[in-house]
């Protein structure tokens, strides 16, 4: 049973269109997050959400619109997408409670190319 | 402001060699400090992580890291390298618990390969 599971795993589409990607968590943790991995496979944190808050919101374009309808799902929704947001997007999850130590639980991540 | 910096960006090891992947890292107090290690098509798994006491933490797949203060660095080593683990190795900083939410800052990686 998959701890961090995002869909879909590869998404190919053209420029200007909308797309999401879901995620979902069965570890009971209280954080999700949302990281970038671009060509280069450097990673960049985009989002965060604790029990459904947004906590984290780092310069993102407003194009990108993270939802979280429960701590265990998070989901990204693109609007007008361009060619820079070609890359790979990884969800994670976390327990931030006392011992949780920060570690980060990722998904297998979701290739988004843009044509 | 936090950063990490892993200052080789490719390593070739021959199989049964030992390994030793550098990390430095910029923060203001001790940070919590941690290795990932991502194989092909696959996301991210924590090989091993250093919140305080021991400065020599041992982790998964027989990998170890030293926390040096004095030098801000954090290096991952292995003893002897097997084929499978051949992958892309990230060091990440990231606040002490009970000082914010956590968000970890990532090293630029270090992509592992081993030759027969």
């Known amino acids: 049973d998959t701890a961090v599971s995002q869909t879909p795993k590869y998404l190919v589409t053209q420029m200007g269109n909308d797309k999401s990607i879901k995620c979902e968590q069965n570890?009971?943790?209280?954080?999700m997050y949302w990281y970038k991995q671009d060509s280069k496979k450097f990673l960049k944190i985009m989002f965060s959400?604790?029990?459904?808050?947004?906590?984290i919101n780092e310069t993102v374009p407003n194009r990108f619109s993270p939802k979280s309808p429960d701590k265990a799902h998070l989901n990204l929704h693109i609007n007008s997408l361009e060619l820079g947001d070609s890359a790979v997007y990884f969800c994670?999850?976390?327990?931030?409670?006392?011992?949780?130590?920060?570690?980060?639980?990722f998904g297998e991540g979701s290739r988004l190319t843009v044509l | 402001a936090q950063s990490v910096t892993q200052p080789d960006i490719h390593i070739t090891v021959s199989e049964g060699a030992s390994l030793e992947l550098r990390c430095n890292y910029s923060?203001?107090?001790?940070?919590?400090l941690f290795w990932y290690v991502q194989s092909p098509g696959q996301g991210l798994q924590l090989l091993l992580k250093?919140?305080?006491?021991?400065?020599l933490v041992q982790g998964i797949k027989g990998f170890e890291a030293e926390f040096k203060r004095s030098q801000s660095s954090f290096n991952l080593r292995k003893p002897s390298v097997h084929w499978s683990d051949a992958a892309e190795y990230f060091c990440?900083?990231?606040?002490?618990?009970?000082?914010?939410?956590?968000?970890?800052?990532f090293g630029t990686g270090t992509r592992l390969l081993v030759s027969p």
């Open positions: 990440a900083v990231g606040p002490p618990a009970n000082t914010g939410f956590q968000k970890l800052v």
């Open positions: 570890l009971g943790h209280d954080t």
């Open positions: 994670a999850s976390s327990q931030d409670t006392a011992g949780g130590g920060g570690e980060l639980f």
């Open positions: 959400y604790n029990n459904k808050e947004l906590i």
């Open positions: 250093y919140f305080s006491g021991d400065t």
């Open positions: 923060y203001g107090a001790t940070p919590y």
